[in-house]
């Protein structure tokens, strides 16, 4: 069973700095892409950035040279360190597998996430 439990979050004042951290069970890391993905208010849940099994890494364009995601295959754990932060970062953030677009990802399991929310 896939549980997922992302922290970090908070709230920063803009051009701020936090790190964000997803644990995962029910999930194999050396094998699975991962993404961090978010959610504003009113707004769709996108993708923020994807790692791939083995390693490689893209973002949105939004958060280029801004955002890191990285992650630790033995402890199945997931990093988004995110710096340089603008009020447009706030959204509530979460961790899951990365299948390509989030309209592939109806029928997966999702965790609580964790609010991000950035102040001008």
């Known amino acids: 069973q896939v549980q997922l439990v992302e922290s970090g979050g908070g709230t920063v004042q803009a051009g701020g700095s936090l790190t964000l951290s997803c644990a995962a069970s029910g999930i194999i890391f050396s094998i699975s892409a991962m993404g961090w993905y978010r959610q504003a208010p009113g707004k769709q849940r996108e993708v923020v950035a994807y790692?791939?099994?083995?390693?490689?890494?893209n973002y949105t364009d939004s958060v280029k040279g801004r955002f890191t995601i990285s992650k630790y295959n033995a402890r199945n754990t997931m990093y988004l360190q995110m710096n340089s932060l603008k009020p447009e970062d706030t959204a509530v953030y979460y961790c899951n597998v990365f299948r390509g677009t989030v309209a592939r990802m109806r029928d997966d399991v999702w965790g609580q996430g964790t609010q991000v929310t950035v102040s001008s």
């Open positions: 790692i791939t099994s083995t390693g490689r890494t």
